[in-house]
């Protein structure tokens, strides 16, 4: 009677099952749920991929057209009043143009074209370079070259418009220095044939004073003989030979003056200024050699790289998409079918509470 209670207790114990096997059960029951809704599954993901496709066939490739310009650069006068080199016109002042639509109605006039048929151009500036990138997305690749080829024309000639406008002032400058020289040159020529009719003034000068210089010793010799004879007879002979003497005398003053004083002054002066035209000239050469230095640092604005599109479409991306929506539909077609099971499970489950009920 002991035994039959022991095996009678021992047959109400309601032992725990071990983890895994439930694991192993429900694991099961997932497996015989996707096989019995194989069909929804495979027909759910097919039906994805079918629309998907069909979509993406349906709709216009569309093509990435891009341009890169690089700004050029001028010679300008810097708030220290030195000569610096700058950009033509500033990345961003460029962009704000091209996002304003400033070119936009010119390119349309050129190539005949709606608004409503204009793409949008997109504009960025890498940091801290002179380069600006331009791009279209439009499934008329052959419209897009166009505009944004048209767009770097403008662009371009709106640039060199500038440059040449800079170049203008300095070759401008440049002239008049070069002109300014050559009547330096000549006005330098003219100043040494000064000096050199200074030079013979001034040995005739000195030939003269030589001779007047002699007659004065012959006269002073002469009238020493007629001093020793002195009598009545010459003492107006004396008085004439002696004012002839004092006569040469003031004039040999007179030419050692003009020889020492006027012709050697203005020898100074002739060569003092060749010494400052000298000095002009090379102050206007050394300005013009800089400034030609500044018109070779002139640099164009270039095309970097000319419109090109993609060779492929970006989009639609007709393989990235099926495997997507093929995803997708699995995913989604899963969910269904366990939500049907769940569904059918719960009717059963009432069915049976109706029936014992």
């Not at 050559?182 to 003269?208: G, P």
């Not at 200024?273 to 070779?296: A, H, I, P, V």
């Amino acid at each position: 009677m002991q035994d039959q209670q022991e095996r009678s207790s021992d047959e109400s114990v309601d032992y725990p099952r071990k983890d895994h096997e439930v694991d192993e059960v429900e694991l099961i029951d997932l497996i015989l749920v996707l096989g019995k809704r194989k069909k929804l599954i495979i027909g759910g993901t097919l039906i994805c991929m079918l629309v998907t496709g069909i979509v993406g066939f349906a709709l216009p490739p569309v093509y990435h057209v891009s341009s890169i310009i690089e700004i050029g650069t001028v010679e300008r006068l810097g708030r220290d009043g030195m000569q610096q080199s700058a950009l033509i016109e500033k990345p961003v002042s460029l962009l704000e143009k091209i996002q304003g639509k400033v070119y936009d109605e010119i390119i349309r006039e050129k190539l005949g074209l709606k608004e409503s048929e204009y793409p949008e151009i997109r504009t960025k500036n890498p940091k801290n370079t002179p380069l600006l990138e331009a791009t279209i997305e439009s499934p008329d690749k052959e419209t897009a070259l166009k505009i944004l080829g048209h767009l770097n024309e403008l662009i371009v000639r709106d640039h060199d418009e500038l440059i040449t406008v800079r170049k203008f002032d300095i070759e401008n400058t440049v002239l008049e220095n070069e002109n300014e020289m050559a009547l330096m040159v000549k006005e330098e020529a003219s100043t040494k044939e000064q000096l050199l009719m200074n030079k013979k003034q001034k040995s005739h000068l000195q030939d003269q004073i030589d001779e007047v210089q002699e007659r004065i010793t012959e006269l002073e010799r002469y009238k020493a003989s007629m001093d020793a004879k002195a009598d009545a007879d010459n003492a107006l002979s004396l008085l004439l030979f002696n004012n002839e003497i004092q006569a040469n005398k003031r004039y040999y003053n007179e030419l050692q003056e003009r020889l020492h004083f006027g012709l050697a002054q203005d020898a100074s002066a002739l060569r003092d200024k060749l010494n400052s035209l000298e000095k002009s000239k090379q102050s206007l050469l050394l300005e013009n050699q800089k400034l030609k230095r500044y018109l070779d640092a002139f640099r164009d604005t270039w095309i970097v790289k000319k419109p090109r599109n993609s060779e492929r479409p970006i989009r639609p991306r007709k393989g990235l998409n099926l495997l997507l929506s093929g995803l997708a539909g699995v995913i989604g077609s899963v969910f269904l079918a366990f939500f049907l099971e769940y569904l059918q499970g719960a009717k059963a489950l009432r069915s049976e509470e109706d029936a014992h009920s």
